[in-house]
């Protein structure tokens, strides 16, 4: 049935389309090369836990979406946004995982894979070494089980 790569594969396909997101890889978070800074934003996704039922089969999906941080040299006058670009970062990277989650809802596929959860976006700052912020969420992704267990 290959549910859990066809899941990872269909959730990879939708953040590469959003043409602001430079890369997607898999992985753990200590796998983040911080120094490269051409790879941003950066979507990370990680395995989570996956549920069997009758019919369906569901796999959760934790997904980090980052970028680097820059600071300005020149101290700002504003007090609100301070010398860097932590709220234009965090205002990207939601967005990036809003038009995910609204194209996991809306849009159909092949796989029959839907969301079966309402994902929560929780704010990252200054995380992976201190040079990244974002978002991350949990995806839950319901796949219908199809497979004929006499076949086994």
Same mark, same amino acid.
């Given at each position: 049935?290959?549910?859990?790569? +066809?899941?990872? #594969?269909?959730?990879k396909? @939708?953040?590469? /389309?959003?043409?602001?997101?430079? $890369? *997607?890889?898999? =992985? %753990?978070?200590?796998?983040?090369? +911080?120094?490269? #800074?051409?790879?941003?934003? @950066?979507?990370? /996704?990680?395995?989570?836990?996956? $549920? *069997?039922g009758? =019919? %369906?089969?569901?796999?959760?999906?934790?997904?980090?979406?980052?970028?680097q941080?820059?600071?300005?040299?020149?101290?700002?006058?504003?007090?609100?946004?301070?010398?860097?670009?932590?709220?234009?970062?965090?205002?990207?990277?939601?967005?990036?995982?809003?038009?995910?989650?609204?194209?996991?809802?809306?849009?159909?596929?092949?796989?029959?894979?839907?969301?079966?959860?309402?994902p929560?976006?929780?704010?990252?700052?200054f995380?992976?070494?201190?040079?990244?912020?974002?978002?991350?969420?949990?995806?839950?992704?319901?796949?219908?089980?199809n497979?004929?267990?006499?076949?086994?």
């Amino acid at each position: 049935m290959n549910s859990l790569l +066809t899941s990872l #594969t269909y959730l990879k396909s @939708l953040f590469e /389309l959003d043409t602001r997101v430079t $890369t *997607v890889i898999e =992985g %753990e978070g200590e796998e983040i090369d +911080t120094y490269k #800074t051409n790879q941003y934003p @950066l979507v990370n /996704l990680s395995i989570g836990t996956s $549920t *069997v039922g009758i =019919g %369906e089969v569901k796999h959760q999906f934790v997904a980090h979406v980052l970028t680097q941080r820059s600071f300005s040299k020149v101290a700002s006058s504003d007090r609100f946004n301070k010398n860097d670009n932590k709220l234009t970062n965090l205002d990207l990277t939601s967005d990036i995982l809003i038009k995910a989650i609204t194209n996991l809802k809306l849009k159909n596929n092949t796989s029959d894979i839907e969301l079966s959860n309402e994902p929560t976006l929780e704010a990252i700052k200054f995380d992976f070494l201190n040079t990244l912020d974002g978002y991350s969420c949990t995806f839950e992704l319901s796949v219908t089980n199809n497979d004929d267990v006499c076949s086994y």
